[in-house]
């Protein structure tokens, strides 16, 4: 550390308050871009309050209680997971990261695992515990830390690309501009006649040029103009209620008197979802317990180690991505203390589990807020205290749009593209496993598969030009576990576990 890097240390502690506390002055911020940037990260990662519940909904059954009241109390788990766990990030780490349950992980507990393997819903709670207990035991010892700095060079670099193209994907699709094809798997959407596509892509654009012209904000800017084009096209009658706006905004209507205008919101719908939450989750929080009895170990543990590995390595690839984006890794492409962000994801997954919902992860959105300028765990505060104000509004949080929240993701990838400049694209040793990395992630919808074909693919290539000196010990173990784990998830060995 250099004199300057100490004098700027010694200004941020004197200064005291929220900025001392944050380190604004070490990492070059302040008050109002760390609140822009939590803004823009929660706008972005919100549609988790009312997809999680749709995806666990239908494994998640409580006697006695309608599926829309089991809905709303996963919506207040979701929420209460990502405050705790967000939180953590905030005032431990200090990281602008934002933490929630997981896409993908969700999936996995409801379709495959509760549904697909007919594992009670509560035993699968309680590997998403006995999951998080195992990290937070693993990151206190430094395990976690150890593993991902092993990652080889090429794909720490790729990581970013690989979540950007990951992002785009995701965007894009929900954006209805990339739609599914039963021959080319994917093409171009109805984007001259679809009323979100278009929504959507005037907003993309509108995002685009305020980003490009520096304005602050510009990504919330979007999303807000955009759910605001969508309501306004509602009320004016252009398109049915419910299709770009939230179900409540609805067209306008005249009276006898042209200038007497009624409409434009149903009240009644309205009070409907601000009222109609069920917040007593007692069915749900502590069920895990229940689900620990009875157990058969050799076919739980397969789940745990699952969802271990699934958990593990799509934290590492979002932590080490945004970190890239952010400008935290060091030379070695590893980000500093990253054993602070790890327990922060640990003591969220378990007590996700212990209230009643899937493994809690980081957001690979906050790559919206840090692009915004978030560098610190104000941000991820900011995140946090707005999923906790949401709490009180539970059904309003679908009032943004899927289509308007996800145009970040479209402007962000765009950034996280760049990362791609930082592997060496022309040793083909660097080449083949950052290539796979970027390649796999969007294609098989997986941040963990993609680094698994680049750890994978290394040892092999270097051994192929005759370079196996440069392989670690580690990075071949971490290889062949990819292995294993691929033989476990994928060659029908959870399955036979579970059902003998």
């Given at each position: 550390?250099?004199?300057a890097?100490?004098?700027t240390?010694?200004?941020?502690n004197?200064?005291?308050?929220?900025?001392?506390f944050?380190?604004?002055?070490?990492?070059?911020?302040?008050?109002?871009?760390?609140?822009t940037?939590?803004?823009t990260?929660?706008?972005?990662?919100?549609?988790?309050?009312?997809l999680?519940?749709?995806?666990?909904?239908?494994?998640?059954?409580?006697?006695?209680?309608?599926d829309?009241?089991v809905?709303?109390?996963?919506?207040v788990?979701?929420?209460?997971?990502?405050?705790?766990?967000t939180t953590v990030?905030?005032?431990y780490?200090?990281?602008?990261?934002?933490q929630a349950?997981?896409l993908?992980l969700?999936a996995f507990?409801?379709?495959?695992?509760?549904?697909?393997?007919?594992?009670?819903?509560q035993?699968?709670?309680?590997?998403?515990?006995?999951?998080?207990v195992?990290?937070?035991?693993?990151?206190?010892?430094g395990a976690?830390?150890f593993?991902i700095?092993?990652f080889?060079?090429?794909?720490k670099?790729?990581?970013?690309?690989?979540?950007?193209a990951?992002?785009?994907?995701?965007?894009?699709?929900?954006?209805?501009?990339?739609?599914?094809?039963?021959t080319?798997?994917?093409?171009?959407?109805?984007?001259a006649?679809?009323?979100?596509?278009?929504?959507?892509?005037?907003?993309?654009?509108?995002?685009?040029?305020?980003?490009a012209?520096?304005?602050?904000?510009?990504?919330?800017?979007?999303?807000?103009?955009?759910?605001?084009?969508?309501?306004?096209?509602?009320?004016?009658?252009?398109v049915s209620?419910?299709?770009?706006?939230?179900?409540?905004?609805?067209?306008?209507?005249?009276?006898?008197?042209p200038?007497?205008?009624s409409?434009?919101?149903?009240?009644a719908?309205l009070?409907s979802?601000?009222?109609g939450?069920?917040y007593?989750?007692?069915?749900?929080?502590?069920?895990f317990?229940?689900?620990?009895s009875?157990?058969?170990?050799?076919?739980?543990?397969?789940?745990v180690f699952?969802?271990?590995?699934?958990?593990?390595?799509?934290?590492?690839?979002?932590?080490?991505?945004?970190?890239?984006?952010?400008?935290?890794?060091?030379?070695?492409g590893?980000?500093?203390?990253?054993?602070?962000?790890?327990?922060?994801?640990?003591v969220?997954t378990?007590?996700?589990?212990?209230?009643?919902?899937s493994?809690v992860?980081?957001?690979?959105?906050?790559?919206?807020?840090?692009?915004?300028?978030?560098?610190?765990?104000?941000?991820?505060?900011?995140?946090?205290?707005?999923?906790?104000?949401?709490?009180?509004?539970?059904?309003?949080?679908?009032?943004?749009?899927l289509?308007?929240s996800?145009?970040?993701?479209v402007v962000?990838?765009?950034?996280?593209?760049?990362n791609?400049?930082?592997?060496d694209?022309d040793?083909?040793?660097?080449a083949v496993?950052a290539?796979?990395?970027?390649?796999?992630?969007p294609?098989t919808f997986?941040?963990?598969?993609?680094?698994?074909?680049?750890?994978?693919?290394?040892?092999?290539?270097?051994?192929?030009?005759?370079?196996?000196?440069?392989v670690r010990?580690?990075?071949?173990?971490?290889a062949l576990?990819?292995?294993v784990?691929?033989?476990?998830?994928?060659?029908g060995?959870?399955d036979?576990?579970?059902?003998?």
């Amino acid at each position: 550390m250099g004199p300057a890097d100490t004098q700027t240390d010694e200004s941020s502690n004197e200064s005291g308050g929220v900025r001392g506390f944050f380190e604004f002055d070490r990492y070059g911020t302040d008050l109002g871009t760390e609140v822009t940037a939590g803004v823009t990260t929660f706008l972005t990662m919100s549609y988790i309050v009312f997809l999680n519940p749709a995806i666990l909904g239908p494994a998640i059954t409580v006697p006695g209680m309608s599926d829309g009241a089991v809905r709303s109390m996963l919506a207040v788990v979701t929420i209460l997971s990502a405050v705790v766990a967000t939180t953590v990030m905030a005032l431990y780490a200090n990281r602008p990261f934002g933490q929630a349950p997981g896409l993908g992980l969700n999936a996995f507990f409801a379709f495959t695992v509760v549904l697909g393997l007919g594992v009670a819903w509560q035993t699968a709670l309680a590997a998403v515990v006995v999951e998080g207990v195992v990290f937070v035991l693993l990151t206190a010892v430094g395990a976690r830390k150890f593993i991902i700095e092993a990652f080889p060079e090429p794909v720490k670099f790729s990581v970013g690309a690989g979540i950007g193209a990951f992002l785009a994907l995701i965007g894009l699709e929900e954006m209805g501009i990339v739609v599914n094809d039963d021959t080319t798997l994917v093409t171009l959407g109805n984007v001259a006649s679809d009323p979100i596509a278009i929504v959507s892509i005037v907003g993309l654009f509108l995002t685009l040029a305020l980003y490009a012209r520096g304005i602050r904000g510009s990504i919330v800017i979007g999303i807000l103009g955009t759910t605001v084009l969508g309501s306004l096209v509602t009320m004016a009658g252009l398109v049915s209620t419910g299709t770009v706006a939230p179900s409540f905004v609805v067209p306008l209507r005249l009276g006898l008197d042209p200038l007497v205008v009624s409409g434009g919101f149903d009240w009644a719908a309205l009070q409907s979802q601000l009222f109609g939450a069920q917040y007593d989750i007692s069915p749900l929080a502590g069920a895990f317990v229940t689900g620990l009895s009875g157990v058969e170990p050799f076919s739980f543990a397969l789940i745990v180690f699952t969802f271990f590995f699934v958990d593990f390595f799509d934290t590492a690839g979002t932590l080490t991505g945004v970190g890239q984006a952010a400008g935290f890794l060091d030379e070695d492409g590893d980000l500093p203390e990253i054993e602070k962000p790890l327990m922060a994801d640990a003591v969220g997954t378990t007590v996700g589990g212990m209230l009643g919902t899937s493994t809690v992860t980081t957001f690979i959105e906050s790559a919206t807020g840090v692009e915004e300028g978030g560098r610190t765990g104000m941000t991820a505060l900011v995140v946090a205290l707005l999923f906790l104000v949401s709490l009180a509004f539970v059904p309003l949080a679908t009032a943004i749009p899927l289509y308007a929240s996800h145009i970040a993701l479209v402007v962000i990838a765009v950034v996280m593209l760049g990362n791609i400049a930082a592997v060496d694209w022309d040793d083909i040793t660097h080449a083949v496993p950052a290539g796979l990395t970027i390649l796999v992630m969007p294609f098989t919808f997986n941040i963990g598969y993609g680094i698994a074909a680049g750890i994978v693919s290394y040892p092999l290539v270097k051994v192929a030009v005759g370079e196996w000196e440069d392989v670690r010990p580690t990075q071949v173990a971490l290889a062949l576990a990819f292995v294993v784990y691929f033989v476990v998830a994928t060659g029908g060995v959870l399955d036979a576990a579970v059902g003998s």
